[in-house]
């Protein structure tokens, strides 16, 4: 079992920068890959950001590359998600997720990929 728990949304303007924090307990946090999805309303979950067990390796959806940066410390179980030059696009519910049981070394974009899933922290960018 893993439980993930995301803070550090908000409201804040176009422009704006804001840090999401995802911390894990459960499992080995440092035996699998992470990822960030969003969800906008009336849309579906999609794919922000991901992260390889060792940091190596991320990957981001092209709307966000650039400006988003996804990072870990596998010493304090957490993930980040830093997003610079907010837009308000950027609107929705953010969720962490954790591909426990994944083998591979790298990154994951698909849902389904991830086992498991925090509650979601949302993230508001006024025009």
């Known amino acids: 079992q893993v439980q993930l728990v995301e803070s550090g949304g908000g409201l804040v303007q176009t422009g704006d920068s804001l840090r999401l924090s995802c911390a894990a307990s459960g499992r080995a946090f440092g035996t699998y890959p992470m990822g960030w999805f969003r969800q906008a309303p009336g849309k579906e979950r999609v794919f922000v950001a991901a992260i390889n067990r060792n940091s190596d390796k991320t990957g981001y959806a092209d709307s966000v590359k650039g400006r988003f940066t996804i990072s870990r410390d596998n010493a304090k179980n957490s993930v980040y998600l830093q997003m610079n030059s907010l837009k308000p696009e950027d609107t929705a519910v953010y969720y962490c997720?954790?591909?426990?049981?994944?083998?591979?070394?790298?990154?994951?974009?698909?849902?389904?990929?991830?086992?498991?899933w925090g509650q979601g922290t949302k993230v508001t960018v006024s025009s």
């Open positions: 997720a954790a591909a426990v049981g994944i083998i591979g070394g790298g990154w994951y974009s698909r849902p389904d990929d991830y086992s498991y």
